[in-house]
């Protein structure tokens, strides 16, 4: 019997037992968007073929600016890889083109990363070859992972987007003006939550998560709704910081707009604001003050990354790709003419006020956004703009490696991560939240890749342990895993991602952690090699993970035939008793 046929009879079996059970109890738990899915009689199958196979995915994330000492000598990669095999990890993600856009392989298209932060990178080295070869030698495999769309980092103001910025998203920040009792009126600093700089006036509103510190030349307003509560000098302030209310917000000024909240503003007063659109390039929006994007829509940025990734594809013998960052910098951005005039044609219809007819700001500070009359059609488009390339990217990676691997990082926060402009749920999944158009879920890509992983980024590992905490149960490593799970639909293998820092000092919560991420998916992406050397944590993966495992995305057509006998095991479901079925099915699928 060929491994195929064996393949196909046990997922023929595993099925049959799905359907006996009724599916999986856990993954009909949750009910997204406030509605009750449909139940499906291919619920959990996907996991049910991992476990009976002994398949488990441990992929391990090695960032590649902060692990760029550790890992710039040949001794150094051996000696991780070496670690990797100790403790069972199956999967090795080498990030080679990080934030900043740089890459770290001698390429002919893209700059090469030369130093970082003081560190050199050796012009000898090459981290992806080197990590190919260690790999291979332990039985790991070894992925290549792309920020795909950035290309600069703002905090060291590197990256190639700084030589030639025509790509830079165009960010939609709002203008606003203040005006006192007294009918003095100052603009305030274009955007939110940031600054002043010198002589400026800056917003800060109850979703800052912390206290906004105060300089000597700063003073802050205290804003309640629209009425000034106090006035705080920095220069006279004892703790030096100050929390934004839940219900209003702060003026903090610096230098001559500090003179000007003392000299016109008095508390009990009441203030009056306007707003109006402010669209900046990325390079000099502070709302952006990280991650530098391209408009992930310019045809000419898409072609770039094609390019990179053939060239990727066609220099390594790579066990895979994995693209981060596939997406938009946020649901700020991208509101250039470009996106303006790709978004009509694919609407069909011209815009009479771009962008409000997408959205507008409310003119008082932390105010809600307005959603303007294509605001659902805005985020179908950004989508369906990832979707495509994801789509073009696998044809350009497939051209010059047939049969590639290719991942996925994301956000587990699926509720929330329209903002930038990805659906990574499956194409067949109705969430039915009230921003979705009823086309949405065709824009899903899970179905388009080998795995996926998913941020679960929460401190606290299972639902239960929140109770007994008294924290909120949604905000757990399984919470957000089944969310994964649900979106995702079976389309793909899921490997829950945790990440080290949430967990710092705290070993056994990060064993639990592990531990739940693999029981609620088909695996576990651990983030990042840095935390795992700086906490000495390897032991905890070697006694996680004692035995030698398989990822499922290791098993050449196992997803493709997973999917298959889902379409077989839905049909028949559906179809009315007595209808006739045939051992053929299959094949006429």
Request: hydrophobic letters at 40%; a neutral charge; aromatic letters at 10%.
């Amino acid at each position: 019997m060929s491994k195929s046929v064996g393949r196909r009879e046990v997922l023929f079996g595993l099925a049959a037992g799905t359907l006996a059970a009724g599916g999986s109890a856990r993954a009909q738990e949750a009910k997204p968007g406030g509605t009750t899915p449909a139940k499906d009689p291919t619920q959990g199958l996907i996991t049910s073929v991992t476990r009976q196979a002994n398949l488990e995915g441990r992929v391990l994330w090695m960032d590649a600016t902060a692990n760029l000492q550790r890992l710039s000598t040949r001794e150094g990669v051996a000696a991780v890889f070496d670690r990797c095999r100790s403790a069972n990890i199956n999967t090795v993600v080498v990030d080679v083109k990080p934030l900043s856009g740089h890459v770290l392989w001698p390429s002919k298209i893209a700059p090469r990363l030369k130093e970082w932060r003081g560190v050199a990178v050796p012009e000898n080295h090459d981290l992806l070859f080197t990590a190919m070869l260690e790999g291979r030698r332990r039985g790991i495999k070894v992925f290549a992972s792309l920020n795909t769309f950035s290309k600069g980092h703002k905090l060291v103001k590197s990256g190639p987007l700084y030589d030639d910025p025509r790509g830079q998203a165009i960010v939609y920040d709002v203008q606003r003006t203040v005006t006192a009792a007294d009918g003095a009126a100052r603009d305030l600093q274009g955007g939110e939550n940031n600054g002043p700089a010198d002589g400026q006036l800056a917003s800060y509103d109850g979703g800052y998560p912390s206290e906004k510190k105060l300089g000597t030349q700063d003073t802050a307003a205290v804003v309640v709704g629209d009425t000034v509560t106090a006035l705080v000098d920095g220069s006279l302030a004892e703790l030096g910081g100050i929390r934004p209310p839940k219900d209003g917000h702060l003026l903090v000024g610096r230098g001559e707009a500090a003179r000007w909240l003392l000299e016109h503003l008095q508390v009990g007063q009441k203030l009056t604001y306007a707003a109006r659109p402010l669209l900046q390039g990325i390079l000099d929006s502070p709302s952006e003050p990280v991650g530098m994007f391209v408009n992930p829509a310019d045809p000419a940025e898409r072609q770039y990354m094609l390019r990179l990734v053939e060239e990727l594809a066609e220099s390594y013998a790579l066990d895979g790709i994995v693209f981060d960052r596939m997406r938009f910098a946020g649901m700020r951005t991208d509101f250039s003419p470009l996106s303006q005039q790709l978004f009509e044609a694919w609407l069909g219809k011209k815009l009479e006020r771009f962008p409000e007819d997408i959205y507008a700001y409310s003119p008082v500070p932390g105010g809600p956004r307005v959603r303007g009359p294509y605001f659902r059609e805005w985020l179908e488009w950004r989508a369906t703009v990832i979707r495509d390339f994801l789509d073009e990217a696998r044809k350009a990676a497939e051209s010059r490696r047939p049969g590639i691997t290719l991942g996925a990082y994301v956000g587990s926060w699926y509720e929330d991560y329209f903002g930038v402009g990805v659906n990574w749920g499956a194409d067949d999944f109705h969430a039915g939240y009230d921003w979705m158009t009823p086309a949405y879920a065709k824009t899903g890509y899970a179905g388009k890749l080998h795995w996926l992983t998913t941020g679960c980024y929460h401190p606290i590992a299972t639902r239960e342990d929140a109770r007994q905490l008294g924290e909120d149960p949604e905000r757990t490593v399984q919470a957000a895993a089944e969310t994964s799970m649900r979106a995702v639909n079976e389309a793909t293998f899921v490997y829950a991602g945790i990440q080290l820092l949430d967990y710092q000092g705290q070993p056994e919560l990060f064993r639990k952690a592990l531990q739940t991420a693999v029981e609620y998916s088909q695996g576990v992406m651990l983030f990042d090699l840095v935390y795992l050397e700086n906490y000495g944590w390897w032991n905890i993966l070697s006694e996680v993970f004692p035995t030698v495992k398989r990822a499922p995305h290791e098993v050449p057509g196992l997803r493709e035939t997973v999917a298959r006998t889902r379409a077989v095991l839905r049909a028949t479901a559906q179809k009315p008793a007595g209808s006739p079925t045939g051992p053929d099915m299959d094949e006429k699928r």
